[in-house]
């Protein structure tokens, strides 16, 4: 493995990879998204949060483009390398956070897996707030949103991550203007959540 390719943590966007292709929630969760997203074919999608891409690649074949959006210019180059193998020419990739996502052009569906919480592990649910209404900014039809968050009563998960309640990210949703209109549960703390705009 050559210099560029390791973060400074040493886990990279091939150690992701790896990882994520034996995680049976990951996969379970990008495949619903792949079969449930209401995406159609005409459709711009925003991938925030991208990282490697996975979801990026899944979702090209359903639609005319996907923009990914992250803030590690190392995944980035690693997901552009990815999608250039494949022969994607749909998809591109671009640095963008939530809260600035970096879109000028008209947006149809968001998605986000496994990014999202990060934002409440990090500094709350004002964070959370703020990135949900990041995203809610490029006005899209549909947001869905997989990822980590208590779908029943808090569980442990020790010291290295704080989770919000499915019932939180549900109110911002709505807050910024979403109604949930469909959840999939895939374990007590990981799930995905489709929500369609009903208002400004």
């Known amino acids: 493995m050559n210099e560029p390719e390791e973060s400074h943590q040493g886990y990279t966007p091939m150690d992701y990879d790896e990882d994520s292709a034996t995680d049976e929630a990951y996969q379970t969760c990008v495949s619903y ?76 569906v968001v998605v986000t897996s496994y990014a999202l919480y990060m934002a409440y592990d990090e500094d709350g649910e004002e964070a959370l707030r703020a990135a949900i209404e990041g995203i809610s900014s490029l006005n899209p039809s549909h947001l869905v949103i997989a990822d980590k ?9 020790g010291d290295y991550e704080t989770l919000p309640q499915m019932g939180v990210v549900a109110n911002l949703l709505a807050d910024a203007g979403f109604t949930l209109t469909d959840v999939k549960i895939v374990s007590g703390s990981v799930g995905v959540l489709v929500a369609t705009r009903t208002s400004g």
């Open 149 to 157: 968050m208590f779908f029943g009563p808090p569980e442990s998960r």
């Open 33 to 108: 998204i792949v079969e449930h997203a209401p995406v159609e074919r005409d459709d711009t999608v925003v991938d925030m949060g991208t990282g490697t891409g996975t979801v990026a690649v899944e979702l090209a074949s359903k639609c005319e483009r996907v923009l990914g959006r992250d803030i590690n210019d190392e995944w980035l180059r690693y997901a552009r390398k990815k999608t250039a193998e494949k022969g994607l020419e749909n998809v591109s990739f671009d640095h963008g956070s939530f809260q600035e996502p970096n879109v000028e052009e008209a947006v149809d």
